[in-house]
């Protein structure tokens, strides 16, 4: 029996243990009303901004430290801490660590990790205490440890959870937040097929989400990629209009919108070989959002194809500079590394000076081998 199974049990209503305090009532926990993370767990606001800075060691030392000194007096906070411990062994790409947490749990159906198992400590509320964020890894880890088929099934099996919980939901914030975890498992699911170039299974899916009635532009341009892939010029243009048409009709000037369109564009005309409207297509990207990296990472490239390697390097270079936090993704750095090796014969030290420096500033889960030094 694992640990959180054995505190659930120390918790059932029957239990003549001393009660912790009760958790505020609410029938549905997503529109549970609070006023900071901490309402919803032990310290919950400084494991999220250790996560938000990632420092995923510092959140091992802490959930280690709260279960040394039994910290956590709910179920729910034994499973929130454990989604934080799993989650920070996958970012450190520490997959069997990940995976023996992981085990150290019942099944996720058990009434263990039910709330009106514990009508003392969770008054009126009802359903299950298991955080979402642990299913998607219970999906992930296997594709992580090499059995992609195993992962794929177990992420099939979470899009029909998340779509049961859609058609039984009546509750307009509830919904909101299942829509947006159907249209997440499903790109993790495109991403897998798209890594495996079955692109059919690709577009069935994202029709199957428009079909649906979710006309996300992200969506929608995610489309338009995957026919660009297949060779359907046309329909990529119609996809990507449509996103034109929704940034064009939103009310809100929004530069995420607008820089997503613009990527758009440039992505025709890299396909093109029209690398110089691609880049001022980029240019305006950066100039609204000077953080859009993919912008700022598919300008270098386009500069590099024009034959204008300084430039190139210059703009990855100034991105480190000015947005580390952003820029600093290992895409970019294999990239100014290639880029250093096409331009420099001493380009060795240079690559050196550059994986000194990201030691300093980089998360923990940054993978440093990518400099190739």
Same mark, same amino acid.
């Given at each position: ?7 659930? $049990?120390?918790?059932? *209503? ?31 606001? =400084? ?10 060691? =510092? ?34 790409? #520490? ?13 996720? &159906? ?13 008054? &009126? ?9 642990? %299913?998607?890894?219970? $999906? ?6 090499? &059995? ?5 099934? %177990? ?39 798209? *890594?495996?170039?079955?692109? =059919? /299974? ?22 338009? @990629? ?16 449509? /996103? ?10 929004? =530069? ?6 613009? #990527?758009?564009?440039?992505?025709? @005309? ?11 297509? @980029?240019?305006?990207?950066?100039? #609204? ?29 100034? *991105?480190?500079? %000015? ?28 690559? #050196? ?5 990201? $030691? ?14």
């Amino acid at each position: 029996m694992s640990s959180i199974h054995h505190q659930a $049990a120390a918790m059932d *209503s029957d239990s003549p243990q001393p009660e912790p305090t009760p958790v505020p009532p609410s029938t549905d926990p997503l529109t549970n009303q609070f006023t900071s993370l901490n309402d919803l767990a032990h310290e919950l606001t =400084s494991l999220q901004d250790l996560a938000n800075r990632g420092s995923w060691l =510092s959140i091992l030392d802490k959930v280690n430290r709260a279960r040394s000194l039994s910290l956590l007096n709910t179920p729910h906070d034994h499973l929130t801490y454990l989604a934080y411990i799993v989650l920070s062994f996958t970012k450190l790409r #520490r997959f069997q660590e990940a995976q023996t947490e992981l085990d150290s749990l019942d099944d996720f &159906n058990s009434h263990h990790y039910r709330y009106e198992t514990y009508p003392k400590i969770y008054p &009126n509320r009802s359903g299950s205490m298991v955080p979402f964020s642990l %299913r998607w890894l219970h $999906a992930l880890l296997p594709i992580k440890l090499g &059995n992609r088929q195993e992962g794929l099934d %177990r992420f099939y099996l979470l899009l029909d959870f998340v779509r049961e919980k859609l058609n039984r939901n009546g509750n307009d914030e509830s919904d909101k937040v299942w829509r947006k975890r159907e249209v997440f498992v499903v790109n993790h699911i495109i991403n897998q097929h798209l *890594s495996n170039k079955e692109l =059919s /299974v690709c577009l069935d899916l994202i029709n199957a989400l428009i079909s649906r009635g979710n006309l996300d532009p992200a969506l929608l341009s995610k489309l338009g @990629y995957v026919q660009m892939q297949i060779g359907d010029l046309d329909g990529a243009n119609v996809s990507f209009g449509k /996103v034109e048409k929704m940034a064009s009709e939103s009310e809100e000037n929004e =530069s995420g919108l607008r820089n997503l369109v613009s #990527r758009n564009k440039a992505l025709v @005309y890299l396909v093109g070989k029209d690398y110089l409207s691609a880049v001022r297509e @980029y240019d305006e990207c950066i100039e #609204r959002e000077g953080k859009d990296v993919v912008a700022i990472n598919n300008k270098a490239i386009c500069l590099m194809y024009l034959r204008d390697l300084s430039d190139s390097i210059k703009v990855l270079e100034n *991105s480190l500079e %000015r947005v580390p936090t952003v820029a600093l993704n290992e895409t970019l750095v294999v990239n100014l590394c290639s880029m250093y090796e096409l331009a420099y014969v001493n380009h060795s030290d240079t690559k #050196r000076t550059l994986s000194n420096w990201i $030691a300093r500033v980089a998360p923990d889960d940054f993978d440093s081998s990518c400099t190739r030094v």
